[in-house]
């Protein structure tokens, strides 16, 4: 257990639609990271949040976008959803003091676009 | 730029053989590199990290890499497999400084043959 949690576990829209997913990071975790890991694939970077300001972004267009909150809760949100979007989203949670720190990951959400 | 390679898509070997999973990485920074293991729908677990200092480090499960800085290699090995080592390796690097974002490879099936 890492102690991250994400919801929903699975989902089902339509292309067009948006999509908000949620993620509970660990207690005192500053740093939150999206990842979009495709069927047989590697997961590949997002976003990063830091006390709540984006810090970091992956090759992803502007329709994908994030929230961090005080309360150690983050969101991704997926607007105008197309088919290529279909893929476990996880996210992880880790304390930024310095030097690396290691990220701890959620079991993720599956979602299916139709 | 960062990137990793882990060379076989899938490994089988018998339960009680050595386990070797390659991963190569290439890194315009000082690197961090990690292995991540994922169960079949379930999220990424911590398996190792190397950070600085010894280039043998030892994780859970009785897994151990060797960071080889003149090959720019990251092997996974375990001396003998169990059937629950069966999952998906996942190698990762990182900058040593930034934001932790995870460059993953494409990962590696690892089969266990009774």
């Known amino acids: 257990e890492t102690g991250v949690t994400q919801s929903p576990t699975h989902l089902i829209k339509t292309r067009g639609q948006q999509v908000t997913l949620r993620c509970s990071s660990q207690?005192?975790?500053?740093?939150v990271s999206w990842y979009q890991q495709a069927l047989g694939q590697g997961p590949q970077f997002i976003f990063q949040?830091?006390?709540?300001?984006?810090?970091g972004r992956g090759n992803f267009p502007p329709r994908f976008s994030g929230l961090q909150f005080p309360n150690y809760s983050s969101e991704l949100n997926v607007n105008a959803l197309e088919l290529d979007d279909s893929a476990l989203y996880l996210c992880?949670?880790?304390?930024?003091?310095?030097?690396?720190?290691?990220?701890?990951f959620g079991p993720g959400t599956r979602l299916l676009v139709l | 730029a960062q990137s990793v390679t882990q060379l076989g898509s899938h490994v089988s070997v018998s339960e009680g053989a050595l386990v070797l999973l390659r991963c190569n990485y290439s890194?315009?920074?000082?690197?961090?590199l990690f292995w991540y293991v994922q169960y079949p729908n379930q999220g990424l677990q911590l398996l190792l990290k190397?950070?600085?200092?010894?280039?043998l480090v030892k994780g859970i499960n009785g897994f151990e890499a060797e960071f080889k800085k003149s090959e720019t290699s990251f092997h996974l090995t375990k001396p003998s497999a169990h059937m629950s080592d069966a999952a998906e390796y996942f190698c990762?690097?990182?900058?040593?400084?930034?934001?932790?974002?995870?460059?993953f490879g494409t990962g590696t099936r690892l089969t266990i043959i009774p």
């Open positions: 992880a949670s880790s304390l930024k003091q310095g030097l690396q720190e290691t990220q701890y």
């Open positions: 207690s005192g975790h500053n740093t």
């Open positions: 949040y830091y006390r709540e300001e984006e810090n």
């Open positions: 890194s315009s920074v000082p690197p961090y």
């Open positions: 190397y950070t600085t200092g010894a280039t």
């Open positions: 990762a690097v990182s900058a040593h400084f930034g934001n932790e974002k995870l460059t």
